[in-house]
Nanobody, 123 residues
């Protein structure tokens, strides 16, 4: 089992920045990929970014490329999402997730999930 706890969400004006954190505990040695997903009201959960825990290789959705940066600190078992130039359409609940295999964008293929943190971007 892997436990994930997100933090860092909040309310920000368009153009602003937020930094999300995701702390992992438990069987962290089993984690190969860590990812961020988001879900807006009435919409399906969508891929935002992922990082390979060992190599640090990163992957981004086109909608956030150039604005968001995913990173990890293996010593702290923590993953981050730096979000800059935020837009109202970035408003959603952001979830971190992990899987024991290579990065994919399908949320159903991730095994463990955090409880989510709300990000609201006002116009």
């Amino acid at each position: 089992q892997v436990q994930l706890v997100e933090s860092g969400g909040g309310l920000v004006q368009a153009g602003g920045s937020l930094r999300l954190s995701c702390a992992a505990s438990g069987r962290t040695f089993s984690i190969y990929t860590m990812g961020w997903f988001r879900q807006a009201p009435g919409k399906e959960r969508e891929f935002v970014a992922a990082i390979e825990r060992s190599s640090g290789t990163t992957y981004y959705a086109n909608s956030v490329k150039g604005r968001f940066t995913i990173s990890r600190d293996n010593a702290k078992n923590t993953m981050y999402l730096q979000m800059n130039s935020l837009k109202p359409e970035d408003t959603a609940i952001y979830y971190c997730a992990t899987r024991s295999d290579t990065p994919v964008t399908g949320y159903t293929l991730y095994n463990y999930w955090g409880q989510g943190t709300q990000v609201t971007v006002s116009s």
